[in-house]
């Protein structure tokens, strides 16, 4: 097993960023921390009166998988199935990353960016809101929400490299901010996983680790696991899947942590499922025939 | 974990996930003018519940929704706490609204408005310290005071610095909390890392600037309070102002916990980007400080000498710690407490955690229960202000139709300098508060970077007027510590009150010797166009006259 893993995640973990920018590497700037009980140093005396993650509205906000999973019923109407939402899902978070590299914003302004691309969908239909104009949005509010604003005309400006086709202007994004805004009742605050990686790794005495934790992390974000998850989690979990890939033991110090082991390897198993059933780079011509579906007049 | 079913508690909160309209609420009155938008008071038809509605300026049309309304809603969002205001939710015009100008959007959602619901509160510390007669107790302070630590102290400890308090945005309701509000300005910082205070917020640096002139005029706000009361609230609101206000100065935006934070050195290095314009625009406002807490030297603030700018702001002349001095009416504790709170060596200042430990708060008066404290009816700084504004504009226009700008005007003594900074910075409404100042100054014209009006009458040499500020006992004219550094608008609610014309010093006018500003007085005893305008412009303000007088802020 560890070998036919290893084989999957290598091409993977090379195609998708690992860092979108040159100020940032897997010790970049995460400014929220998430508080995992696990570790007293983030858990410091103030706790109480601390806002971290768990009374934060991303905690809140955390879904259940079967919650996640469902084609909003405008688009089912149009015949879009599961697999193909998904597949659209996954295919715009790939947009995203690509045009947050165009911007040459941080990850974290990607990740927040999918964050909120995925956590529309699960409000919101796609025949309403068209994915192709919502990923760019998107990426556009998370610069703000980030502190690294990209003004909208350069968006646009990128975009354009990247996608000729692209009909929407300025005014579209400006307005579809807007509807994104109410969509995700104003909830901008994302945490992320990667700033529980390095401290993590460090504990666990795993820094070497640190590069292929930070690209599973990464292709995390083509599924909706930081809607469902506690970004510590999805760290554990990607600290899990390097270590049994490069042999290293860490039962003893995941017992030390005291935390759900099933959900752990749930979450590895998930990320593993998903590098088997995307092995191949989805064809352009199958994400066509999906956006076409939306497009179609009922 | 997830499994609290969070889905259903989002769902009860908010059905559609989308926001209601704002005609769910009625309008009552503006209640205050924000940082970017106006405020009202209004209410809720189906509950009949009183709330604040804060309007979302939108008029960049090139950037959307305005990275300010991003940080403030963020922010907001991540705090919960008694002493912090409570964002309720957020509501938007969606159709074609008409705004002032008449002028009316097309439809487009983006351009509707967006207004944050807050709970209401009845008043704010500048309004409610402003009400004719107004006096608050020994307990009452300690009580507000400590509110406010509290708050600033959760605020700090979530990584969030406010950066712009002062009275009017301390909200109090009738049931005597106090509480932060107004976030427009403040910016979350990260404990460990410093990334997100680079140069990609270099138009922030302007801020600062700005920032600095509000605390500026906050400050010398204070002043006046504590010169009013025996006992200060003010010093309360002096020393919370100062623990902002020395991260700006001290450590630029990064932290006003002040302390032995490890990200000190840090700070210093965007202290020296800063710290230039500051010195540029306003070196006044750094002199004030000094006067005040003395000048920074390696006794008071080992290692101080060492750092890049140092010899660009070094006092000219030493200066000697006056604290004690100016403020000896205090009681011991309270005294100790703001000698710690204005301590300048930032890894000496005290945190806004421990001073809510400090003796001041544990000795009789002991801080009264807010449910205690004494109902009154709603008081904004916002309202009591416009009414002033209006009165004080008509007085100009009669004024101005007088004195045709006589020439020498542009000769004036050295009034606190910090006056003429405010004009640009703030360009608030237009109404001249010199009755010989050009209108053109007060104008909306926005140039934080432009030194200062060149000629008029507002150019005064700085430094010439030490210490008059806030010392009530010097300078026999006494006090009017207030007229000279507040510029229209944004002014104290004490502007002028010391003018002569109420004052029981200026002897209506004529003899005023430039007594407004103080110590200044002695070196320019023809401080003439003062003197004859000061009777008929300045006089109005019967509030602050009357107040003058009440508290014998003569002592």
């Known amino acids: 097993m560890n070998l036919q893993v290893m084989q999957l995640l290598k091409p993977k973990a090379d195609t998708f960023d690992v860092s979108t920018s040159d100020d940032e590497g897997p010790q970049g700037d995460l400014k929220y921390l998430p508080c995992p009980p696990l570790n007293s140093e983030a858990c410091n005396c103030e706790r109480e009166m601390a806002a971290n993650f768990w009374t934060s509205s991303h905690f809140k906000q955390l879904l259940e998988p079967e919650e996640v999973d469902v084609v909003p019923s405008l688009d089912k109407e149009k015949g879009l199935t599961l697999e193909e939402f998904k597949m659209i899902k996954i295919h715009m978070t790939n947009y995203i990353s690509r045009l947050g590299q165009q911007c040459k914003v941080r990850q974290r302004v990607v990740a927040t960016a999918i964050t909120y691309f995925r956590r529309v969908y699960t409000r919101k239909s796609m025949t309403e809101y068209d994915p192709l104009l919502v990923a760019p949005t998107c990426l556009y509010l998370a610069s703000k929400a980030e502190e690294s604003t990209v003004q909208a005309r350069h968006v646009i400006f990128y975009i354009k490299k990247i996608h000729k086709k692209f009909v929407y202007d300025l005014k579209d994004i400006l307005e579809m901010e807007m509807k994104l805004l109410e969509a995700l009742n104003y909830y901008l605050v994302v945490y992320h996983p990667y700033r529980a990686l390095s401290q993590l790794l460090q504990d666990v005495g795993m820094a070497d680790l640190t590069f292929l934790c930070w690209s599973l992390i990464n292709d995390s974000y083509k599924m909706d696991l930081i809607l469902i998850y506690p970004p510590y989690m999805i760290a554990l979990a990607c600290i899990y899947i390097a270590s049994v890939l490069k042999e290293k033991d860490t039962t003893a110090w995941f017992e030390e942590l005291h935390v759900d082991m099933n959900v752990v390897k749930n979450i590895s198993m998930e990320i593993l499922d998903f590098y088997d059933a995307y092995r191949q780079p989805i064809p352009d011509e199958r994400i066509n025939a999906a956006l076409s579906k939306l497009s179609s007049k009922p | 974990m997830a499994a609290a079913a969070p889905g259903q508690l989002n769902l009860d909160e908010s059905p559609s996930w989308g926001s209601r309209s704002v005609d769910c609420f009625e309008k009552l009155e503006q209640i205050g003018e924000g940082t970017y938008g106006q405020v009202y008071m209004a209410k809720e038809i189906r509950t009949g519940e009183i709330v604040a509605l804060k309007k979302i300026r939108m008029d960049?049309?090139?950037?959307?929704?305005?990275?300010?309304?991003?940080?403030?809603?963020?922010?907001?969002?991540?705090?919960?706490?008694?002493?912090?205001?409570?964002?309720?939710?957020?509501?938007?015009?969606?159709?074609?609204?008409?705004?002032?100008?008449g002028r009316s959007a097309d439809g487009n959602k983006y351009k509707g408005s967006i207004y944050m619901v807050f709970e209401y509160m009845d008043h704010d510390l500048t309004g409610l310290a402003d009400r004719p007669g107004m006096r608050f107790s020994v307990a009452q302070i300690k009580c507000y005071m400590r509110q406010l630590l509290t708050g600033l102290h959760y605020c700090h400890v979530n990584q969030v610095l406010h950066r712009d308090i002062k009275g009017s945005n301390l909200l109090i309701d009738n049931e005597g909390n106090l509480k932060l509000a107004d976030f427009g300005l403040a910016r979350s910082f990260s404990g460990d890392h410093n990334a997100n205070l680079t140069n990609r917020v270099i138009t922030l640096w302007y801020r600062v600037i700005m920032l600095w002139t509000d605390l500026q005029n906050c400050y010398l706000e204070l002043q006046n309070m504590a010169q009013l009361s025996t006992c200060g609230l003010s010093d309360a609101f002096l020393q919370s102002f100062c623990m902002e206000n020395q991260f700006c100065l001290g450590k630029t935006r990064m932290n006003m916990m002040g302390l032995s934070h490890p990200f000190d050195a840090l700070a210093l290095r965007f202290f020296s980007q800063s710290f230039d314009m500051i010195l540029l625009h306003m070196p006044e406002q750094l002199n004030k400080i000094f006067e005040l807490c003395g000048g920074p030297d390696e006794a008071i603030w080992p290692g101080v000498t060492k750092m890049p700018w140092y010899t660009n702001f070094k006092p000219t002349r030493p200066m000697k710690k006056r604290l004690r001095e100016v403020f000896k009416h205090f009681d011991r504790h309270a005294l100790e407490l703001l000698e710690r709170m204005l301590t300048l060596d930032p890894s000496q200042r005290i945190s806004a955690k421990d001073a809510l430990d400090a003796e001041y708060f544990w000795n009789d008066p002991l801080p009264c229960d807010p449910k205690s404290l004494p109902k009154y009816e709603s008081s904004h700084e916002f309202q009591t202000k416009k009414k002033r504004q209006q009165q004080r504009q008509h007085e100009e226009m009669a004024k101005r139709q007088k004195l045709q700008h006589p020439p020498q005007h542009a000769r004036l003594p050295p009034i606190q300098p910090t006056g003429q900074a405010h004009p640009q910075l703030r360009p608030g409404p237009n109404q001249p508060i010199h009755n010989s100042q050009p209108p053109v100054v007060a104008g909306p014209s926005h140039h934080y970077g432009k030194p200062r009006p060149s000629g008029g009458p507002n150019r005064y040499p700085p430094g010439g007027n030490p210490s008059g500020g806030y010392n009530p006992n010097r300078g026999g004219q006494g006090g009017g510590y207030s007229g000279g550094p507040y510029p229209q608008g944004r002014g104290p609610p004490y502007a002028a009150s010391g003018m002569p014309g109420a004052g029981p010093r200026g002897g209506g006018g004529g003899g005023g010797s430039g007594g407004g500003y103080g110590v200044g007085a002695p070196n320019y005893p023809q401080a003439g166009p003062y003197g004859s305008g000061s009777g008929a412009g300045r006089g109005p303000n019967m509030i602050g006259g009357n107040r003058n007088q009440q508290y014998g802020w003569q002592q």
């Not at chain 2, 960049?60 to 403030?72: C, K, L, Q, V, Y």
């Not at chain 2, 809603?73 to 938007?92: A, F, G, M, R, S």
């Open chain 2, 60 to 101: 960049n049309e090139r950037e959307g929704f305005p990275i300010t309304a991003i940080r403030e809603i963020k922010i907001l969002k991540k705090l919960h706490h008694e002493n912090v205001i409570q964002l309720k939710e957020i509501v938007t015009s969606p159709g074609p609204e008409k705004d002032e100008q």
